[in-house]
């Protein structure tokens, strides 16, 4: 379910985090240019948070993307804004997140940063699986390669189990896959979402994966995994 900020602490937290996340994925070679984006779902819950987020001088404006975001109504999305860097998040997260609120229907950005270009697909696999408070995309080397040598879902799947145990404990059903699709096309948020609705990891071949978990941690975590899995995965064939 989505994370629940409800202490004094709460927004230095949530800076906090974006900061390590984007450390994480800046150190790790995961991210590169302006590659990479992730987000966190706060409940109704914590909706007072708000009032630390939205700047005097700035106006609230619409979203719109053409999706049915009721399921999130009271909700509060931050993500990365589109062209950041992951050593710009990492030294200056509060610079590099925009802040939306879901209000009766209608997505508002709180703080008039520019979300990313994934955000459709962010807001589509939040509503596809509640059970979901973060979603971490990126672009490891390893796991994008191995996507592609390994010709199918089954293939590449098996592949992954027989490289680690620890893979098959916490990936019970496997990994999702998707064949290519346009980077932040409608179609890309709509695949995306299906899939969260069986697996917590998403495969967006030739162009990297998507991670959802209860929080930014566990999601990285996954990828982190699974990339580690596709590296052994390929040493095995060479």
Known sequence: MPIMYNNNMERKKIIDDFSKIATLLYEKNYSEGFGGNFSICISKDAKHILKDYCLKDINP??????????????DIIIITTTGSRMYEVKD???????????D????????????SSELKAHIASYIANAEIGALVHTHPPYLTAASNIFDSKKNFNKALIDSHAEFNLVFK???GILETITPGSDKLAEKTAEKFK???LVIWKNHGVISGA???FTAFDYIDIVEKCSKIALMKIV
């Open 104 to 115: 009766n229907g209608t997505i508002f950005n709180m703080n008039g940063k520019v979300p």
């Open 173 to 175: 059903d496997g990994i």
């Open 92 to 102: 200056s997260a509060e610079d590099y997140i925009s802040v939306l609120f879901i």
């Open 61 to 74: 404006t619409e979203i719109n993307l053409d999706i049915d975001v009721d399921p999130l109504n009271n």
């Open 214 to 216: 209860n929080d930014l």
């Open 198 to 200: 069986t697996y917590p």
